[in-house]
Every structure is written in C-alpha cells, then in structure tokens.
T-cell receptor
Framework: GQNIDQPTEMTATEGAIVQINCTYQ??????LFWYQQHAGEAPTFLSY??LDGLEEKGRFSSFLSRSKGYSYLLLKELQMKDSASYLC??????????WGAGTKLIIKP | ETGVTQTPRHLVMGMTNKKSLKCEQH?????MYWYKQSAKKPLELMFV???????ENNSVPSRFSPECPNSSHLFLHLHTLQPEDSALYLC?????????????FGDGTRLSIL
C-alpha cells in the first residue's frame, strides 16, 4: 500500500529552527508538496520538490531525497504565526496525490 | 484569500435533513476537488471534476452527491448523513488534473451531524 509518515505533533521555541520530516512509500513518484494549514483555515501551498536537493524560500526550505523516500521542511527564525499543521503530500505514478496526516507545530514564546 | 470560496463555513444538520455545500473558484482553473478532513487523518479525496466532467469517485457513499454545473462552481449535496460524516469538507481547485499542479483550497465547511 501507499504510505506517508510524518510526526503527529512537534513543539519549538520562537526564534528557533525546526525540521519536520516526511517519509513515503508510494507506487512511483512525481513530486512532493508541503502545505501549511492554520486551524480553521484552508491549506496553503508552501513548496513542491521533484528533484533531489534543497529548495529555499525565505524562512522556509524543503529538502528531498528520492532514493531514501524522504523529505523535510525546515522553518527558521520561528514566529508565533508559524503555529499550524504542515501537510506532506506525494504525487504517485498515476499523478494522484497521497496525503500524510499532517504535523501540528506548536510554537512557544 | 485563496481564490476559492466555500459556503457555509459551518453547518449543523440532523440525519434526515438535506443540505448542500457550495464551492466557487475565481482562478480560472479546470479541475475541482472535494475532500473530507477528519482529525489526525490524511485528507480523503472524495470527488474530482475536470472540465466539468467527474473523473474520480473514491467509493464515496451515495448519500454524498456532487454536482459541477461549470468549471467555476462545485456543489456537494448531502442527504441522510450519519454521525461519522461529521468532519471538515474542503474544496480545492488546480489548473488541471495533473497531480503535480498545486491545489488551492477553500476554508472548508465544518459539518456536524446530530
């Protein structure tokens, strides 16, 4: 079967750095998305990786290793507004999106 | 503002009621989706429409009935729902149905079945 694993919940301190991991086992691979979802709001697109390596976008970076079936989202200089759930989703060989259950990130002052 | 608007934001209904959820996108996209989101579970894809044609129905019970009159509007008609159907229902759109296109989501309808 197809599976996406990410931690259920993480806690970090304002101003610090946090890394949210995502491992996947899917039938084929055509890219990986990260979305952010604040409580009661729409998931919003953060990043898309299809090649190995690190993609940086301001305070957020996303890394992909296709050989390891692994990605992480790195958040730097954490702010209180970064408290949200972070969803990992993989595009399989049929171009279907397979979603993880999300990681709830709690930022403490 | 994501460009995808869902109404109502909250809905409480009895098991014998009939109601509809509405989604409208202003992004000029050709694909639209209905998802169910339950606590601590992955998003569950329910239906996909591409150019107004239904292309996916992921074994969704018939008490959920989608309708897509045009590429900008999507409805989910509900009747005789069960308590386990209580969840957040999200609508999304993307340029086309290729999975590697980012999806744009609405804020969802929080549905509670009494």
């Amino acid at each position: 079967g197809q599976n996406i694993d990410q931690p259920t919940e993480m806690t970090a301190t304002e101003g610090a750095i946090v890394q949210i991991n995502c491992t996947y086992q899917t039938s084929g691979f055509n890219g990986l998305f990260w979305y952010q979802q604040h409580a009661g709001e729409a998931p919003t697109f953060l990043s898309y990786n299809v090649l190995d390596g690190l993609e940086e976008k301001g305070r957020f970076s996303s890394f992909l290793s296709r050989s390891k079936g692994y990605s992480y989202l790195l958040l730097k200089e954490l702010q209180m507004k970064d408290s949200a759930s972070y969803l990992c989703a993989v595009v399989d060989s049929n171009y279907q999106l397979i979603w993880g259950a999300g990681t709830k990130l709690i930022i403490k002052p | 503002e994501t460009g995808v608007t869902q109404t109502p934001r909250h809905l409480v209904m009895g098991m014998t009621n009939k109601k509809s959820l509405k989604c409208e996108q202003h992004l000029g996209h050709n694909a639209m989706y209905w998802y169910k989101q339950s606590a601590k579970k992955p998003l569950e894809l329910m239906f996909v429409y591409n150019f107004k044609e239904q292309t996916e129905n992921n074994s969704v019970p018939s008490r959920f009935s989608p309708e897509c009159p045009n590429s900008s509007h999507l409805f989910l008609h509900l009747h005789t729902l069960q308590p386990e159907d209580s969840a957040l229902y999200l609508c999304a759109s993307s340029q086309d149905q290729q999975g590697n296109q980012p999806q744009h989501f609405g804020d969802g309808t929080r549905l509670s079945i009494l």
